[in-house]
């Protein structure tokens, strides 16, 4: 199976970060989100990654054709003018780069793909959201029931404290709250019947395809109480580095 993980976007409530770099390429304890991301699935057995890409896209091109060089024991021979691996890093992954726009939309950028993942089942998620969600399981769970798609569905903590007013007295005050609904986590399985649901550049995956997938009774959810973690400000980005730095990292799944 593939996994697509959407990586063309601009990360505008992220730019004291991506005005440098492309949101995947934000680095969590010295390495990439992305490649963090790519770690979770490849745990899942999962390495056949298909990656849209669009803003500066050339950043992660170079990063994965460095990649094997710069995470291996090389030997150098400048009067030949060769470069030989000694030990590779060991992570066999095969990786498809696709140039699909700097405006396309999610939607669109994942009906680009449609002729590298041909007429497959596969995975999507989002380049910048960490989780120990037991993909495996998702997978499991996404064939049994036969529908177009299925997505991780998490009931993320509030931000910030919530009041129960009457009469403006504050009746009762809960720091944080838990429990304040489902909403999508990424980390969707997918049969190739969704691209019927795409439509062009312009598709918005999240708005119409999902909607209508819902409303044709073609989209399951998996609920997933463990962690998940979005990457979208700096603030997150702390936090996810904190965790790594600490050994506290729930997505680290993988040895």
């Known amino acids: 199976m593939k996994a697509v993980i959407l990586s063309g976007g601009y990360g505008t409530r992220l730019m004291e970060e991506t005005e440098a770099r492309p949101k995947p390429m934000v680095e969590i ?42 995470s291996s024991d090389i030997e150098i021979d400048l009067s030949e003018g060769t470069i030989k691996t000694l030990r590779k890093n060991g992570d066999c992954w095969k990786i498809t780069l696709v140039d699909t726009g700097l405006d396309t939309m999610t939607g669109g950028r994942l009906l680009r793909l449609k002729d590298y993942l041909r007429d497959d089942d596969f995975c999507l998620t989002y380049g910048d959201g960490v989780t120990d969600l037991n993909i495996s399981d998702s997978i499991s769970f996404h064939y049994s029931h036969g529908k177009i798609g299925t997505v991780t569905a998490i009931s993320p903590a509030g931000r910030f404290g919530s009041l129960e007013i009457q009469n403006s007295q504050v009746k009762e005050f809960h720091e ?61 980005k702390r936090h996810l580095d904190h965790l790594w730095s600490t050994g506290q990292a729930p997505w680290r799944v993988w040895n």
């Open 29 to 70: 304890g010295g390495r990439p989100i992305l490649w963090h991301i790519m770690k979770i699935y490849a745990a899942h057995g999962i390495n056949d990654f298909v990656i849209p890409l669009g803003y500066k896209a050339e950043m992660i091109k170079r990063y994965f054709i460095e990649y094997d060089q710069n």
């Open 176 to 236: 944080k709250p838990e429990g304040l609904g489902y909403v999508n986590g990424g980390f969707f399985v997918l049969s190739p019947r969704v691209f019927q649901y795409l439509e062009n550049d312009e598709t918005v995956f999240e708005r119409h395809p999902l909607e209508n997938l819902a409303r044709d009774q073609e989209l399951m959810a998996v609920p997933h109480d463990g962690f998940w973690y979005s990457m979208d400000t700096l603030r997150d």
